[in-house]
């Protein structure tokens, strides 16, 4: 802001005085929400990481199981089981992490089959991998779920960032500058008061 367009009033000090104490309560609120985040964020990335190692366990199982269940069942027993399944749809709802919207996903299953007559109807070795790759589906869907939140998270970490570096570096110096000039033009304003009264009183007692 041009000094010319500033108001050197005590009025306006005081306003921009309280801008600034206000800047810096919003900046340290900012900087608490970021510290929350970041631990949110490296949490989020710990538990990723420890199930994408699982995940790989999880997809060896079910491989395995699988062929086990042909070498038993036969192709043609596979993709009858495979059609007679009930198919499972997903639900997202949202969570709040510290004002932020995470996706939290829900699986239903649609009717089918009862359990009891399935165990009765399919063989060991095919319920196996079924649950194998129902186990491994589960968890490719969690991943997802928690790979998305963490792009949300990075997101508002780097937004919240900007807007503390702008108060921080910019807003909070430019408030401080316009103060500091408004306190000069005062005091410079009060001497020259000081002055002309003591000039006035010099020529009336003289």
């Given at each position: 802001?041009?000094?010319?367009?500033?108001?050197?009033?005590?009025?306006?000090?005081?306003?921009?005085?309280?801008?600034?104490?206000?800047?810096?309560?919003?900046?340290?609120?900012?900087k608490?929400?970021r510290?929350?985040?970041?631990?949110?964020?490296f949490?989020?990335?710990?538990?990723?990481k420890?199930?994408?190692?699982?995940?790989?366990k999880?997809?060896?199982?079910?491989m395995?199981?699988?062929?086990?269940a042909?070498?038993?069942?036969?192709?043609?027993?596979?993709?009858?089981?495979?059609?007679?399944?009930s198919?499972i749809?997903?639900?997202?709802e949202?969570?709040?992490?510290?004002?932020?919207?995470?996706p939290?996903?829900?699986?239903?299953?649609a009717?089918?089959?009862?359990e009891a007559?399935?165990l009765?109807?399919?063989?060991?070795?095919?319920?196996?991998?079924?649950?194998?790759?129902?186990?491994?589906?589960?968890?490719?869907i969690?991943?997802?779920?928690?790979?998305?939140?963490?792009?949300?998270?990075?997101?508002e970490?780097?937004?919240?960032n900007?807007?503390a570096?702008?108060?921080e570096?910019?807003?909070?110096?430019?408030?401080i500058?316009k103060?500091?000039?408004?306190?000069?033009?005062?005091?410079?304003?009060?001497?020259?008061?000081?002055?002309?009264?003591?000039?006035?009183?010099?020529?009336?007692?003289?």
């Amino acid at each position: 802001m041009p000094q010319s367009s500033i108001k050197t009033t005590r009025i306006e000090l005081i306003r921009t005085r309280a801008r600034i104490a206000m800047a810096r309560k919003g900046l340290n609120l900012l900087k608490m929400k970021r510290s929350s985040l970041v631990i949110a964020f490296f949490e989020l990335a710990r538990q990723i990481k420890l199930m994408r190692g699982g995940m790989r366990k999880a997809v060896q199982a079910a491989m395995e199981s699988s062929q086990l269940a042909e070498l038993h069942a036969g192709r043609i027993t596979l993709d009858r089981i495979a059609m007679e399944q009930s198919r499972i749809s997903a639900g997202i709802e949202a969570k709040n992490v510290m004002g932020v919207r995470i996706p939290n996903v829900g699986l239903s299953k649609a009717a089918s089959l009862s359990e009891a007559y399935e165990l009765i109807s399919v063989p060991t070795a095919v319920e196996d991998a079924k649950r194998s790759y129902l186990k491994l589906f589960n968890m490719l869907i969690e991943i997802a779920e928690k790979e998305n939140s963490l792009r949300l998270l990075l997101y508002e970490i780097e937004k919240i960032n900007r807007r503390a570096n702008a108060i921080e570096n910019f807003a909070i110096p430019s408030m401080i500058s316009k103060a500091t000039y408004i306190k000069g033009r005062l005091d410079d304003m009060e001497r020259d008061q000081i002055v002309s009264v003591k000039f006035i009183k010099g020529k009336i007692s003289g």
